[in-house]
């Protein structure tokens, strides 16, 4: 199974970016599929997950929309009004034994991705 992040890059305070994650070697249709960060210095923080519904971190909610194309067993991140505390790399998950209890952990999700670094300069 491999998971394929995309779409990071350097933006402006303000500004939107979309980053996408294709899973390849298994399908998550019933599972669940999220965004992780890890900012410089800091430990990895949940940011948003998708299982038949829509989960976030409250630090994101409102800015941030989480969806998935079962299709392209693709997630999607679409970041809005980014901020320089958004600067962190991303990293997508995925796991099939996802419950609503065990959404945030990162240590329930089987699979990630390389990640992707997302920089928001002031």
């Known amino acids: 199974v491999q998971l394929q992040a995309s779409g990071g890059g350097l933006v402006q305070v303000g500004d939107s970016m979309r980053l996408s994650c294709a899973a390849s070697?298994?399908?998550?249709?019933?599972?669940?599929m999220a965004w992780f960060r890890q900012a410089p210095g800091k430990e990895r923080e949940f940011v948003a997950a998708?299982?038949?519904?829509?989960y976030y971190a409250d630090s994101v909610k409102g800015r941030f929309t989480i969806s998935k194309d079962n299709a392209k067993n693709t997630v999607y991140l679409q970041m809005n009004s980014l901020k320089p505390e958004d600067t962190a790399v991303y990293y997508c998950?995925?796991?099939?034994?996802?419950?609503?209890?065990?959404?945030?952990?990162?240590?329930?999700?089987?699979?990630w991705g390389r990640g992707t670094l997302v920089t928001v300069s002031s």
């Open positions: 998950a995925a796991g099939n034994g996802i419950i609503m209890s065990t959404m945030r952990d990162g240590t329930a999700y089987d699979y």
């Open positions: 070697g298994r399908t998550f249709r019933n599972g669940a």
């Open positions: 998708f299982r038949w519904n829509e």
